[in-house]
């Protein structure tokens, strides 16, 4: 079995762009969670904004990924760029969050503010679980926590290289389904809209290189995911532990009755 990295180790990683994949869950299930943290994934995301969960269960599906034999560290899309869903993901002991919808730099600073302590950022100083695996010393948390801006929405990308300029974020990662919307698909994945998609992931993956920041990718398969990090991106995440379980008992199901796949 590969051996995890510390969350130290993980945020120096991201921070040096080095690649890495994850695995991204919806569902509130520490136990599938302990299993899915000892697959050989560098993270695992819990999507506290559309995932069917609330505080208690991101807490304890993080604390599922510290499982003996883990290979991966806990990361949270929170609800919202707001300081009291980032700090309670972080006291919870997240490594990284990712924070949804940002649209300008401001809005980048603010999420970076919410991530770190004074005087460098307003983070309310709680650590809770999180100073049993980083320390309760804000120097330590700032080294081994990350903060991600979501790049999903038109003032978004129209700001993005603003954004990734931003003093103090770690990186960005791109929502693929509201950015194709933003651009104009008609659906979640319009193929109408495909060539100014690519361009706008392009432009993602270039204005995060140019000043050394990370850049992610949410994919439906590892397939996706594969292509997408010899594109370019450092990161990437392999989506949901909800759709895929429709998916393998649906196959499961027709090889059963001898149906074609």
Request: aromatic letters at 6%; hydrophobic letters at 45%.
């Amino acid at each position: 079995m590969a051996t995890g990295r510390t969350s130290a180790q993980f945020i120096a990683a991201l921070r040096d762009r080095e690649q890495l994949i994850g695995y991204w869950s919806l569902l509130d299930s520490p136990v599938a969670a302990e299993r899915l943290a000892r697959v050989g994934y560098d993270y695992l995301a819990f999507d506290a904004q559309h995932g069917l969960f609330g505080y208690q269960g991101m807490l304890n599906n993080l604390l599922a990924t510290d499982t003996k034999g883990s290979t991966a560290v806990g990361m949270v899309r929170v609800e919202a760029n707001d300081l009291t869903y980032i700090g309670k993901a972080l006291d919870a002991g997240a490594s990284a969050v990712i924070v949804p919808m940002i649209d300008n730099a401001q809005d980048a600073a603010d999420a970076v503010a919410a991530v770190r302590y004074p005087p460098l950022g307003r983070r309310s100083y709680g650590p809770m679980r999180a100073q049993l695996r980083i320390g309760p010393n804000p120097a330590d948390a700032h080294d081994q926590t990350a903060v991600l801006a979501m790049i999903e929405t038109a003032d978004g990308l129209a700001n993005l290289e603003e954004i990734c300029a931003t003093p103090g974020l770690d990186g960005v990662y791109v929502g693929p389904s509201d950015l194709r919307l933003a651009i104009g698909g008609a659906t979640s994945t319009d193929p109408a809209v495909q060539d100014e998609f690519e361009q706008a992931l392009a432009r993602v993956r270039k204005a995060a290189e140019a000043v050394g920041i990370a850049a992610g990718i949410h994919n439906a398969d590892g397939e996706s995911a594969a292509r997408r990090l010899a594109e370019g991106f450092t990161f990437a995440t392999v989506a949901a532990d909800v759709v895929h379980l429709q998916q393998i008992a649906t196959s499961h199901l027709r090889a059963a009755r001898g149906e074609a796949r």
